[in-house]
C-alpha cells in the first residue's frame, strides 16, 4: 500500500544558493533572490527545497565549512531573510529542508578554535593526535604519515598553538567533529531543535555516514597503537583515504537512532535524507526501516559511480546494464520496507544529461534530457531535482584551470599534474570538464540577458562563476512558454507522481535487464500496470523480448501517460519493432 509519509510521494528541489539567483547584485545568489523565485518552483509544481548551506562560512568549500550554525552568512543575507524564505515557501506549500553539515566544522567555528587548547572543555571535540611539525602523527621518528584528505594533501594539519595535528577528511579548513564524545553529539542535537523550532521541515545531511569513526576500545583510530599511527594503503597520488575506516562505522545506527530521538520524537510533516558514502542499497534498507528510527532516506553512491573506475577524473563511457544494476538493487532492497531517493544530479556531479545524455544538437539535448528525467522519476522513491536540470542545463564548457573555483578540482589538477605527475595538463583540463563539480555550479539561466538574468547586470559585480554561453537558448524564460520544453516535460512529471499511486509507491519489476540500450520496467499497484520504456542511446534499438511482448497488440494513444515525441512517431516506430534515438515513454498496459 503507499507509504503515508508525505514524502513518498513528493518532489524536492536541490537550490545551490550561490549559483541560484543573485538578490542584491554583488554576483553571488542569496536568500532574497530564493524568495523572489518561489513562484517558479511553485509552478514547477515541487513539494519542497534542499537548500546546501547558507549557514556563516569562510567559503572555503563553498559553505560546506561552517563556522557558525545558528547564523546565515552575510553573502547570502540574514537570518530575518531566513525567516521569510521558510514563512513565504510554507505560504506556498513548499517545505524547506536545510543542509546538516556536522561530519566536520570550519577551522574558524568558535568550538575549534577554544579545541585549539588543551586545557579547554573543547580539547576533545575533535581529532587531535600529537607528533613533532613536519612528522604528521605517524610512527615517531619514521616517514609522515601518508592519511590523504579529499580535497588533496594530508590529511592532518599542524596546529602551532596547540602543538599537535588534527584530522581533516576534507579540506584543511573543515576539522572533522570527534563524535564519540556526547558533548558534541549534544551541541549538534540542540541546533538541530533550534532550526526545527525555527520553522524548517528537515535536513540533508552531509557525509552523515562517516560521523562514526573505526576506532579501538581505547579510542585509537586504525593502525594507531601506543601512539603511532601506521599508514594505510597508499593510492596513485601518493596518500591513502582515511574513508574506509569512517565509512558505516560500528556506532552510525547508535548515533542516527540517538539523533531520532533528541530532535525528531514527537514531531511530524519533517524529512531525514542522509548522504550515504559507503552505504550499500543493503544497508540502505535497514537504515531507512522506518521500524529501525533512524533515516527516511538515503542517497546512495553505486550508480553515479558506474562510469568513473577507481577516479572520478578518469571517467569512462556509461555501460546502461550497469547503470541498471545499481539502480534495479537499490530498488529491490527497499521492495518491502525502506524507501529510496532517486538522483542523477547534484553540486558535487557533473549534469548527467552532458555525462550520459546527447547534446550534439538542440534536439537531441532535449530529447534526451526529457528521457532522463522520465527514467528517474518513474522508478520508486523520492525524485530530487536540481537547479537548471529541469531546464535541460549542461555542463560548464570549461577550457582554462582559472575558469574554476571549486577547490576540489583546483588542488586536484596540482596533485596529479604537478605532484604526483599523473596527467598532464590537458589530460586533465578534460578530465575536469567532464567531472569537475563546478559543471553544477553555473548560474541557474532565467533568460537570454546578460547573465542570464542570474544577477541584474547593472549591478557592479560579475557572477561568482562564468555564465554558460548557451543560456541564450537553454533558460527558464523560453522554455516557460513551449510546451515542449525540458521544463514542461519536468512539471508533468511531477504531476503525475502527485496524482498516480502507482508512480509513488507501486512496485517495480525491471524488464530486459541485459540490453545494453533500452531501460525497461514496470510499476504496478493493484490493477495498474504501467509500462516505462525508455531507449537511453543515440542510436535506433529493437524493443527488447519482455516489453515487445507486453506491448503487442496495436499502439492505443489513450494509454500513453507520458511520452518525449508525439503519437505518430511512436506508432511508426514500434510497428516496426523498434525505439527512435531516446524515445522513452509510460505506457498503462
Ligand atoms: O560531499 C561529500 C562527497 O562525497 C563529495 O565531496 C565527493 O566526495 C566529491 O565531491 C567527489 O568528487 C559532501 C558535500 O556534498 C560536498 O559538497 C562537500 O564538499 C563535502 O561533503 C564536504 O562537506
Known amino acids: ?18 549559483s541560484f539567483q543573485d538578490g542584491n547584485g554583488d554576483g553571488y545568489g542569496d536568500l532574497q533572490g530564493i524568495i523572489s523565485r518561489l513562484d517558479y518552483l511553485a509552478e514547477l509544481g515541487i513539494d519542497a527545497i534542499w537548500l546546501s548551506p547558507v549557514y556563516r562560512s569562510p567559503q572555503d568549500d563553498n559553505g560546506y565549512d561552517i563556522s557558525d550554525y545558528r547564523d546565515i552568512d552575510p553573502l547570502f543575507g540574514t537570518l530575518e531573510d531566513m525567516d521569510r524564505l521558510i514563512e513565504r515557501a510554507h505560504e506556498l506549500g513548499i517545505k524547506i529542508v536545510m543542509d546538516l553539515v556536522v561530519n566536520h566544522t570550519s577551522d574558524e567555528h568558535a568550538w575549534f578554535q577554544a579545541s585549539r587548547d588543551k586545557n579547554s572543555p573543547y580539547a576533545d571535540w575533535y581529532w587531535w593526535r600529537p607528533a613533532r611539525e613536519g612528522f604528521e602523527p605517524g610512527t615517531p621518528g619514521a616517514e609522515p604519515n601518508r592519511w590523504g584528505g579529499s580535497f588533496g594533501g594530508s590529511a592532518w594539519k599542524y596546529d602551532t598553538e596547540r602543538g599537535e595535528y588534527y584530522l581533516h577528511t576534507f579540506s584543511k579548513k573543515q576539522p572533522d567533529l570527534n563524535w564519540e564524545n556526547p558533548k558534541v553529539r549534544h551541541a549538534v542535537y540542540d541546533m538541530m531543535n533550534w532550526w526545527l523550532d525555527r520553522g524548517i521541515d528537515g535536513f540533508r545531511m552531509d557525509v552523515i555516514t562517516l560521523i562514526s569513526k573505526r576506532i579501538d576500545d581505547e579510542g585509537h583510530l586504525p593502525g594507531e597503537s601506543h601512539g603511532a599511527i601506521q599508514d594505510l594503503p597508499v593510492g596513485e597520488e601518493g596518500y591513502s583515504s582515511p574513508w574506509p ?257 502507482a508512480i509513488a509507491a507501486g512496485d517495480f519489476s525491471p524488464l530486459d535487464i541485459d540490453d545494453d540500450q533500452v531501460y525497461a520496467f514496470t510499476r504496478s499497484l493493484e490493477d495498474r500496470t504501467l509500462l516505462c520504456i525508455i531507449n537511453v542511446s543515440s542510436h535506433n534499438a529493437v524493443i527488447p523480448s519482455q516489453s515487445a511482448r507486453l506491448l503487442r497488440g496495436d499502439f492505443a494513444a489513450e494509454r500513453l501517460v507520458i511520452a518525449n515525441s508525439d503519437v505518430d512517431e511512436l506508432r511508426q516506430t514500434m510497428h516496426e519493432g523498434q525505439l527512435a534515438p531516446w524515445s522513452a515513454f509510460v505506457y498503462q498496459i
Open 1 to 18: 500500500a503507499p507509504m503515508n509519509p508525505w514524502w513518498a510521494n513528493a518532489v524536492v528541489y536541490q537550490i545551490y544558493p550561490r
Open 245 to 501: 575506516f569512517s565509512m558505516d562505522g560500528p556506532r552510525l545506527d547508535e548515533f542516527l537512532k540517538e539523533m531520532r530521538h533528541e530532535v525528531f520524537e514527537g514531531r511530524t510533516g519533517y524529512l531525514t535524507v542522509g548522504e550515504g558514502q559507503g552505504i550499500s542499497s543493503k544497508r540502505n534498507e535497514s537504515i531507512t526501516d522506518p521500524a529501525n528510527r533512524e533515516l527516511d532516506m538515503i542517497f546512495l553512491f553505486d550508480h553515479v559511480g558506474v562510469d568513473q573506475d577507481g577516479s572520478k577524473w578518469g571517467m569512462t563511457k556509461l555501460e546502461l546494464p550497469r547503470l541498471k544494476r545499481a539502480m534495479i538493487e537499490q530498488q529491490e532492497a527497499v521492495h518491502s520496507k525502506g524507501w529510496a531517493s532517486l538522483y542523477f544530479n547534484n553540486h558535487d556531479q557533473p549534469r548527467a544529461l552532458s555525462r550520459w545524455g546527447d547534446t550534439s544538437t538542440p534536439q537531441l539535448r532535449v530529447k534526451s534530457a526529457k528521457a532522463l528525467g522520465l527514467l528517474l522519476h518513474m522508478h520508486r522513491g523520492t525524485p530530487y531535482v536540481y537547479q537548471g536540470e529541469e531546464i535541460g542545463m549542461t555542463n560548464a564548457g570549461f577550457t582554462k584551470l582559472d575558469q574554476y573555483q571549486d577547490l576540489e578540482s583546483i588542488n586536484a589538477f596540482h596533485q596529479r599534474v604537478d605532484e604526483a605527475k599523473l596527467q598532464d595538463a590537458d589530460s586533465m583540463m578534460a578530465s575536469l570538464g567532464q567531472a569537475s563539480r563546478d559543471n553544477a555550479r553555473t548560474p541557474m539561466q532565467w533568460d537570454s540577458s546578460t547573465f542570464a538574468g542570474f544577477t541584474s547586470p547593472e549591478g557592479s559585480a560579475k557572477p561568482w562563476l562564468s555564465v554558460n554561453p548557451n543560456a541564450s537558448d537553454i533558460n527558464v524564460e523560453a522554455e516557460k512558454t513551449d510546451p515542449d520544453s525540458v521544463f514542461n516535460f519536468y512539471r508533468r512529471l511531477i504531476e503525475l507522481r502527485h496524482g498516480d499511486d
